[in-house]
């Protein structure tokens, strides 16, 4: 069965979003498995331009056009963000659908704008019979997902998040430099980031906003910096987490619930910290942590921090995602 797949990512936004990036991964990954992918977007030729991608694209009213006139429903399935749902049956009445969850809080919609919905209503749209799968990207969203969005259905599928940074960093060349987005939770980084700049600990030690620059930007920040502080919450996954651990850097802050299993895995090498939301006390003193073992002991320090960014490049690689979509499509196309 030759399959096409169609990715709805709009309205057409420049500023750096993990998620956008990642739905292009989709379906990079969705050609690569042997099928068809095209990302359907307000213009046929944007790109957001911070990263790379080659996937075709289709304007969404070209695709509206082929929707209603050619497009046959049994060789057509409509991948959507969740926070479509409230879309998806007018989008594409009559179609197989595949709900691309990346993150779990806004499973019932986005808190405070119209799409929010009734949890009972949101449930029953998941549980629809033209969604075929639910694909999520963290161990604590496929668990929530399973257990009680659609208990005992097979139909929800776990997708590694997966990334390529190019090669490993030099943990040698590191500057005593802490690195964080203020992009979520701004309050939070701000008084965090200038109670830090105070610490005499930390005299040695500069603090950066990671703001509007290209990703490729990013990563040469994250890979020249020790640390990088985690504002995000909620989180589906954590990707600038799951980059800046590959980048070499000890992680401090919130895992977003979604984000848990990196932290988790960081911990394993003494890197990660995980701090409670809110708790800006936890965020210092374990960044003051991190100085003293640095203090005490750098080689340890260096050498967990190689081991960690080798473990997290190859678990959360292209290729270990690529595995993945191809068991979810497999699902995805037994039901069709």
């Known amino acids: 069965m030759s399959v096409h797949y169609w990715l709805a990512l709009h309205p057409d936004i420049t500023r750096p979003i993990g998620g956008v990036k990642q739905m292009h991964r989709l379906a990079e990954s969705i050609v690569a498995c042997g ?5 359907i977007q307000e213009s046929a030729d944007f790109h957001p331009g911070w990263f790379s991608s080659n ?54 919609g986005l808190s405070g704008d119209t799409s929010f919905l009734k949890p ?63 992009r979520k939770n701004l309050l939070d980084g701000s008084v965090v980031a200038s109670i830090l700049r105070e610490r005499s600990l930390l005299s040695g030690w500069t603090i ?15 890979s020249e910096s020790f640390l990088f502080l985690s504002f995000g919450h909620p989180e589906g996954f954590g990707l600038p987490v799951a980059e800046a651990l590959a980048c070499g850097c000890a992680v401090v802050g919130y895992s977003g619930l979604g984000g848990r299993e990196l932290f988790n895995l960081g911990s394993e090498f003494s890197m990660a910290s995980e701090v409670a939301f809110g708790d800006w ?14 203090c005490q002991n750098p080689d340890r320090v260096f050498r967990n921090l190689t081991l960690l960014s080798a473990e997290v490049r190859s678990r959360y690689s292209l290729s270990a995602m690529q595995d993945s979509v191809s068991l979810a499509l497999d699902k995805v196309e037994a039901s069709l």
């Open 120 to 182: 009972n209503i949101a449930l029953s749209l998941y549980r629809h019979e033209s969604i075929l799968q639910v694909f999520c990207v963290s161990q604590h969203d496929y668990k929530f997902l399973s257990e009680f969005v659609l208990p005992g259905s097979n139909r929800v599928s776990l997708i590694i998040n997966g990334f390529d940074l190019g090669g490993l960093p030099s943990i040698s060349n590191k500057k005593r430099q802490i690195v964080y987005m203020p």
């Open 35 to 39: 099928r068809k992918a095209t990302i």
């Open 281 to 294: 006390a936890d965020f210092v003193n374990s960044v003051e942590d991190f100085e003293l073992s640095l």
């Open 55 to 108: 996937v075709n694209t289709i304007s969404f009213s070209e695709w509206v056009k082929l929707r209603d006139s050619s497009l046959s429903r049994t060789h057509n399935v409509i991948i959507f963000p969740e926070t479509f749902l409230t879309t998806i049956f007018k989008y594409a009445a009559g179609f197989p659908s595949v709900i691309f969850n990346q993150n779990l809080s806004y499973t019932f």
């Open 208 to 222: 950066k906003p990671i703001d509007g620059l290209a990703h490729t930007s990013v990563i040469e920040l994250m």
